[in-house]
């Protein structure tokens, strides 16, 4: 196993064929290179990175005087999610509980990455709401990840998994927030669809300045996540209704900073129809609250595009070194 790294990308290697040291290193530095230089004349970079990050990765191969010598994954420590910059997994798998989990992206692709050998998810989960690689895993040899990122960047928190699944235990779910805590030049982003567990955990977690906190509410049956929401003294939180899948202009967004909104994407997509962001956009103008328009949604993410009315909503929440109370549960 040899691992390169050229800049953003780094490419982990089994080298299966007796070549020399010196050959087998030109090799790789020869995919780096092309591997980067692919990344960033790229018409389209967000979307190759995507298709070649950290928890979509590329096979490739590398060749020395015509023949494979080797083979591996490329990966990239950026994201192409339009409203964060990176992603950071030190959980794994889901099971799905409501509406929104119906077609999910994480259970479709953690099939993929079990089959192409993906150390992270060979854990199936119970065929009844999760599958194959999607079985929920805890990784401890990647709680060190961010502490190696030099730069400042916007990270979310577990894009294929839920931190505050019954099944991570709360223990681990303190170390993750003790490396939030202890590197402050990044800023984190928490998602999670289990409100109420995030609720009770909560007074025992440090939440540090740069911990923004978010619930997943697809339509109405699901506004009582914002109701735990605001019992956790993060200094952002969030509400991601997307897929969205009903109506929300009269949720109650009181102690809410910031909403993403959007369609679901992939083959199975349910519409959205456009009365419903609409009336979620005029929601947040009314409570001044930041809206972020991710997509339209179809059967790829880019289908509908991301204009809504003529313009595109990119509003990022403000005042987010404020520090807030614990509101005492009811």
Not at 16 to 35: F, I, N, W
Not at 36 to 49: E, G, I, N, P
Not at 226 to 243: D, G, H, Y
Not at 252 to 278: K, Q, T
């Amino acid at each position: 196993m040899q691992i390169l790294r050229h800049s953003q990308i780094a490419v982990t290697m089994n080298i299966y064929s007796e070549v020399s040291s010196e050959a087998t290193e030109t090799a790789l530095k020869r995919l780096g290179e092309q591997l980067w230089m692919k990344t960033t004349a790229s018409k389209d970079r967000s979307a190759w990175l995507k298709s070649c990050g950290e928890d979509f990765p590329c096979r490739t191969y590398v060749r020395h005087d015509g023949e494979i010598v080797g083979e591996g994954i490329a990966v990239a420590d950026r994201s192409a999610i339009e409203w964060t910059e990176a992603t950071w997994n030190p959980t794994t798998g889901c099971d799905r509980i409501s509406r929104g989990c119906d077609n999910c992206y994480a259970l479709t692709l953690a099939k993929r990455l079990k089959a192409m050998g993906s150390p992270k998810y060979q854990t199936d989960g119970d065929p009844r709401t999760s599958g194959p690689g999607f079985g929920v895993a805890v990784h401890e040899d990647a709680l060190d990840t961010p502490l190696r990122w030099r730069e400042p960047r916007t990270v979310f928190v577990n894009s294929m998994s839920d931190l505050f699944h019954a099944r991570v235990p709360a223990a681990f779910v303190e170390r993750v927030f003790a490396v939030m805590a202890a590197t402050p030049r990044h800023t984190y982003q928490v998602l999670t669809k289990r409100a109420t567990r995030l609720a009770r955990l909560a007074p025992t977690l440090p939440w540090a300045p740069n911990i923004w906190m978010g619930v997943s509410v697809e339509d109405e049956s699901q506004v009582d996540r914002i109701e735990q929401l605001r019992k956790v003294p993060s200094a952002v939180r969030f509400v991601s209704a997307e897929p969205l899948l009903g109506p929300l202009d009269q949720v109650d967004l009181a102690g809410v900073d910031w909403v993403i909104g959007g369609g679901e994407s992939g083959p199975h997509a349910r519409p959205m129809d456009p009365a419903w962001i609409r009336g979620l956009r005029d929601a947040c103008l009314d409570a001044d609250v930041a809206f972020f328009f991710k997509q339209w949604g179809g059967r790829s993410p880019k289908a509908g595009g991301r204009l809504l009315d003529g313009r595109t909503w990119d509003e990022m929440p403000t005042g987010a070194e404020r520090s807030r109370p614990l509101v005492a549960a009811n």
